[in-house]
C-alpha cells in the first residue's frame, strides 16, 4: 500500500463546469502522475510532477491543468469539463526504486 | 518516442492451462519494462519489473517475463493459471531522462479463465 487516495472516487457533472480531483500520498515521494483510463486505450499520461509547482505535460494534456504546492497533493483541473472527458482518472507515484504505485481512481462523468 | 504494442485484445484460457501474454516495446535505449494487472473496478498492480541484469524476471502471484532485446519483446508468463488471474494486464515501458521519469502503456489484455 502506497499510501494514495484519491477523492472525490465518483463524480457526476455537467459540461462546462470546472472539476477539481485532488490525489494525497503520505510518504514524501517526489514523483506524482495523472492519468487517465479509457477503453481500448489503456492509460495515458495527462500531467506529472517532479516536485513542489514543478510540473510538466503528458501526452494528453490538453483542457487539463495541475498544481503541487505540498509534497503530498496534486490537483488535477478541468477548466471547462467536455464529455470527452468523461473517463477513469487515476494518478500515481514513483519510488526510489522507479516503479509507480497507483491510487483506487476517481470515475468522471460530465453530462 | 517510446510506445508499447500488446497484440491480444482478449485471451481465454482453461484453469491450470500456461499463459503467455505479449508486450512488444518501442526504446530509443534500454528500457524500464513493467507488467502491471487491473481486477475490475480496481486500480493496477505492479507484477514485475525489468531494469537491467537476468533477463528472466519474477513476480508476484507466480508470474515471469523474459526480456528479448533482439525481439523488443517483454511476455508475461505463468505456468498455470487460476481462475483468480482473471483481469487485464498491462505492459509498460519508461524513460528516465533528467526529470522525467514517464511510463507509456499499452492498451492491455483482458485474460478470461474458464474453469
Known amino acids: 500500500d502506497a499510501g494514495i487516495t484519491q477523492s472525490p472516487r465518483h463524480k457526476v457533472t455537467e459540461t462546462g463546469t470546472p472539476v477539481t480531483l485532488r490525489c494525497h500520498q503520505t510518504?514524501?515521494?517526489?514523483?506524482m502522475y495523472w492519468y487517465r483510463q479509457d477503453p481500448g486505450h489503456g492509460l495515458r499520461l495527462i500531467h506529472y510532477?517532479?516536485?513542489?509547482?514543478?510540473?510538466d505535460k503528458g501526452e494528453v494534456s490538453d483542457g487539463y491543468s495541475v498544481s503541487r504546492s505540498k509534497t503530498e497533493d496534486f490537483l488535477l483541473t478541468l477548466e471547462s469539463a467536455t464529455s470527452s472527458q468523461t473517463s477513469v482518472y487515476f494518478c500515481?507515484?514513483?519510488?526510489?526504486?522507479?516503479?509507480?504505485?497507483f491510487g483506487p481512481g476517481t470515475r468522471l462523468t460530465v453530462t | 518516442a517510446q510506445s508499447v504494442t500488446q497484440p491480444d485484445i482478449h485471451i481465454t484460457v482453461s484453469e491450470g492451462a500456461s499463459l503467455e501474454l505479449r508486450c512488444n516495446y518501442s526504446?530509443?535505449?534500454?528500457?524500464?519494462l513493467f507488467w502491471y494487472v487491473q481486477s475490475p473496478g480496481q486500480g493496477l498492480q505492479l507484477l514485475l519489473k525489468?531494469?537491467?541484469?537476468?533477463?528472466l524476471v519474477q513476480g508476484i502471484k507466480g508470474f515471469e517475463a523474459e526480456f528479448k532485446r533482439s525481439q523488443s519483446s517483454f511476455n508475461l508468463r505463468k505456468p498455470s493459471v487460476h481462475w483468480s488471474d482473471a483481469a487485464e494486464y498491462f505492459c509498460?515501458?519508461?524513460?528516465?531522462?533528467?526529470?522525467?521519469?514517464?511510463?507509456?502503456f499499452g492498451t492491455g489484455t483482458r485474460l478470461q479463465v474458464t474453469l
Open positions: 500515481a507515484i514513483r519510488d526510489r526504486a522507479y516503479e509507480q504505485y
Open positions: 526504446y530509443g535505449a534500454t528500457p524500464y
Open positions: 510532477s517532479y516536485g513542489v509547482k514543478d510540473t
Open positions: 525489468y531494469f537491467s541484469g537476468d533477463t
Open positions: 510518504e514524501n515521494h517526489r514523483y
Open positions: 509498460a515501458v519508461g524513460a528516465n531522462t533528467g526529470t522525467a521519469s514517464k511510463l507509456t
